[in-house]
């Protein structure tokens, strides 16, 4: 089945450790995003691409760093810099600016302590 | 400062009754309109969308409408199911004119009682 898997689900970061969030898709999609979402926030953008080897900041992007080598993977690094990482995370792909709709993973919930 | 606005955090409602969500935004460059909808711990899941060309879109249970002049959308679930229980995220993007990128509200929690 077609699908996006973000993992780990659960993670746990001590303070000032950098950590890489995994998203993958095998829907041929060419954009992939990340958000992060807070309570009471809603969904904010932290990085997008629409193509390999292309990325643009989106509007939360400080202390994250992204890569797109591949069509199918796009990773998300929280660095030590993010002054707030605890969050649930999530990561979404589409055909790009013609498709009306995202398809978004289950999430990963990372945790720094 | 929010260009989607979901006023409402939360909704009670009881099964079999109609629920309806509301959603106001402020660009007027947006153009198309989403309604996702999302249970804990789970990534959102595409509900239901409309263009500014309509005024309504109807799915099975679920109605959006669209009021430009207003700036306003909402989403009306008849009747309403304790399945329906789960936070429901209005988005909206600017086909014809700026970024694609979506902008999501904040969400609004809905209950649904037995």
């Known amino acids: 089945d077609g699908g996006i898997t973000q993992s780990p689900k659960y993670l746990f970061r001590k303070e000032g450790q950098n950590v890489t969030l995994s998203c993958e898709q095998n829907l041929n999609h060419d954009a992939m995003y990340w958000y992060r979402q807070d309570p009471g926030q809603g969904l904010r953008l932290i990085y997008y691409s629409q193509i390999v080897n292309d990325f643009q900041k989106g509007d939360i992007a400080e202390g994250y760093s992204v890569s797109r080598e591949k069509k199918e993977s796009f990773p998300l690094t929280v660095t030590s810099a993010q002054k707030n990482p605890t969050a649930f995370y999530l990561c979404a792909s589409s055909h790009g600016d013609l498709d009306y709709g995202y398809t978004f993973g289950s999430g990963t919930r990372l945790t720094v302590v | 400062d929010q260009q989607v606005k979901q006023n409402s955090p939360s909704l009670s409602v009881q099964e079999g009754r109609i629920s309806i969500l509301n959603c106001d935004y402020t660009?007027?460059?947006?153009?198309?309109f989403l309604w996702y909808k999302k249970y804990p711990a789970e990534g959102p899941t595409f509900l239901i969308s409309i263009s500014s060309i309509k005024d309504k879109n109807e799915d099975g249970r679920f109605t959006v409408f669209l009021n430009k002049s207003a700036k306003h959308l909402s989403l009306h679930i008849v009747p309403s199911q304790p399945g329906d229980s789960a936070v429901y995220f209005c988005?909206?993007?600017?086909?014809?004119?700026?970024?694609?990128?979506?902008?999501f509200g904040r969400g609004t929690s809905l209950i649904v009682h037995p």
């Open positions: 988005a909206a993007r600017a086909i014809s004119g700026g970024s694609y990128i979506p902008t």
């Open positions: 660009n007027s460059m947006f153009d198309y």
